[in-house]
């Protein structure tokens, strides 16, 4: 059975008709997290007092050694993202499984010559730059998954069998994950796949099959599959005063900062507690609790209005979409953006365990920040061919 | 279009995500509100006494030595205290109350005040450093909320900053910018900053031991965590090849003029006995309470006084360079030692005319004659005779046009310039005239005073030495031989011990040491112009003090079996006679006893 792609009138789009259906909105508050993100970073970062310094500096915040570096990538971030959105979407449709792969090998490279970062290897060093693979898997499963299902026509969904590509596509990166170990992005992904199972239409059964089977496996993951600083995490997680100086450290001290903000929030600039050294990693995973200690429920309760507009808005994409991929490519970013952030600030209130997922367009790190401008870029593509007929049909 | 079944699924199917998904989110906000608003004054209270604070131990931080063993910096063991302001109920109350134990004056405490102003809150800000322990225990009895008494180092350069520019200084913030966040909010680390320090910052600083401790309600400590606890490791200490005493000797010398640099090494070794610049700094200075003033003081002083001179200065080297062109000419054969050549003051090449500082002339030169008196047209006519090239690679072979030391920060190259050097830098081509006023060490050549004291040491040793400034016991260096003719090198050593005799430029020094050649020099920092030199060149005296010549001396002494080597660079002197004297003094305190 071969399979060709069809597309009709793509092509013929102009620059000009693509740009008019840009969406400049959800451009819009894309661009205010990075500038929210640059503040935040901002704060984080170190006073500078010239080179020869001797005298103590004073205050707080700098462009060093975060923020700048933050804009720096997020200048290649938009570059990615223009010719994301604005290449022909044919080539995104074409090339899913392509990138997907690329994406895979690098999981492959870095579980085996990886960085060790934080007691979990998740780092592949190109030389002049480190990547995180797990990062841009993310994206690429999605438009795997995507780009699977925009078959559906001819997948017959009650059959175990056509859920073996898609299974596989999950279960490769995430056997990886797991050994890396990367728990964060491991449930990501779980989550994301499970998502496109529901709503391409797979059968409930198969979703309570899986529930079953989870059950009866977690008994295993829990003593064979986690590492003990995993198994530390997840103990602390149920009682953070287990250990208040290890591992709940962390999540004490995330809380502290976090609550102490109040209503208004200490001020900018103005966090004790992330200042102080007493919360860790306060500009990358951790970067939501300074955020609510130095501009307080105010603040986040914006920063999580913002967050729901941008899932809402993709979630209308989707629904929009008059083609299968590009409704699942939406859809599929949607979730994984949800999962994102949900995660990350659940983690930062002590919701859930720390398992090191960035919030997504905040904290700092290239290959997050890459990867997810790289999806925004997607996402306008499918938006602006959202009338197109690209029908990827078995013949 | 969608398959219209498939659009049914989307839609009923998504409707759990969007059910979800505003659940989850407010879940997140209901959680926000409890955490911010309702549980609010929990969490001020605790972030209040965070109880878990790091109490970081700084370790004793190694010594800086001199070659005899005297300390050029060292950690002394002293009890600080400071206060962190949001723990005080109020500030100026506890400053008035310990006022009285610590002696602080009025404007003292005014000065801490304004500087509490200045930072956050809760940023610990040091009162006292030096606290006896009479004054402790008096301290600790009244028992203040904010005011902490803790033991640490504090460092001290003896002798007012003796070497300051090799040894830097330490501050607290971390350059490299790793360890930022604790430096700066841990004001009792220190870390080096410029010079030794710095370069050994990680081998003298050792690691810094922390208590986990916790703390009441206002902040005051209740107990250490001693599990929790990492001990202190102090650093190992630095041997330098500094000698104090002529370190001392160079330093005051430099004083007297003001602006300048010296060197001074071993020849047989290379090893550095004294490195200065002037002014120098005295970082004791740095962390006291007019510190901030000191600084910015030093930082708008023109004549720079952060700079290390010796390595990081270019100078043209003046007719210190005549040495060069000496060794570079009779290993040529282009002229013996005897051969004359006549002086008159002026000479005519091309459609030029060069002069001689002298301008009555000094008549017939031989080889010694013209070291001896500095003699510009001899030198003229010897470097056209040879050519650029021979002059080059002998200067290069001398150490001149490359890094020596390669272990302080900035440390310049300079110039030795050929044909290919100037069509590159200058876009030009290479002159006659660039030939001949090299000859006398002016024109693009560069150099900084290390390269002239190796150059003189290499001269008067045949070998190829290198100049040190760690002394590695273990490491015995063998320098490569030069090869160059122990005739001509004996027949410039002549020149040399005439120069600081009788009828010699340096003459003088006598006065001050015996056994001392040398050269001297001047470098031209202004162009003369002709229009100028027939109205009448101007003198220094009449010159504007950053338009003055350069006065330069190399020395090595004894000159009969050259010890020591010297190079003395004394800025915007207008002449000579402030190096060779400071040049003197050192040379005379090396050779005191060694």
Redesign the interface.
Known sequence: MARTIRISRAENMSLNERFSRFSWPLFAMMCLILLLSIISLYSAGLPTCGPDVTASCEGFGGWHPYALSQMAKMGIGFVLFFIAAFANIKLWLKNSYLIYFVGLVLVVLVTFVGHTGMGAQRWLNLGFFHIQPSEFIKIALVMALARYFAWENSIDLSKFKNYLIPVAMLVLPLGLIVVQPDLGTAVSLGLITIGFFWIVGAHRKWFIIAGILTVLAAPAVWFGGLHDYQRERVITFVNPDHDPSGAGYQINQSKIAFGSGGLVGKGYLAGTQSHLSFLPENQTDFIFAMFGEELGFIGGFVLVLIYSIIIGMLFWFAKTSKNRFGQLLCFGFMLNFFVYYFINIAMVLGLMPTVGVPLPLMSFGGSSLLSLMFGFGLVQNAHINKDQQLSAKGS | ???KE?AY???R??A???TG?AV??S???L???Q???F??K???Q??LN???R?IIDPSMRGKILSSDGTSLAKDEAVYRAFIIP?ECDDVSIVLKTISRELKLTEKEIEKILKKIE???R??PIIVRENIKWAQLATLKSLNLPGLHLEPGYSRKYPGGGLAAHVVG?V???D?S?TN???A??S?FLMTG??GLEKVFNASLSGKPGQT?THTDAVGRIIEG?SE?RVIAVPGKDLQTTLRQNVQKKMEEALAVHGSGCGVALECATGKIIAMASAPKFD?NL??SID??DY?EGLRNNKLNP?MNKAIEGMYPPGSTFKIIVALAALESGAITKDEKIYCDGDWEYGKHLYHCWEKKGHGWMNMESALAHSCDIYFYQVALRIGINPIKSMAEKLGLGQKLLELLPREMVGVVPDREWKQKNIHAGWMHGDTIISGIGQGYILSNCLQLAIMAGRAATNREIMPSLIDNIDEKQDFKKLGLNPENIKTVMNGLARVTQEGGTAAGVSWIIKNMGGKTGTSQVRQISMAERLSGVKTNEELNWEQRNHGLFVGLAPIDNPKYSVAIIAEHSGSSGAAALAAAETMKEALKNG
């Open positions: 279009m969608l398959d498939i699924t989307f839609d199917r998504s759990l995500f969007l998904g989850l989110t879940v997140l906000i959680r926000m509100l955490l911010q608003v549980e609010y929990k969490y001020k605790l972030s965070n109880s878990s790091i949001d200045t930072q956050r809760f940023q200084y501050g607290t913030l350059d910018r930022q966040r604790v700066a909010t004001p900053l410029s986990i965590d929790n970082a740095f962390r510190g901030a600084i952060f």
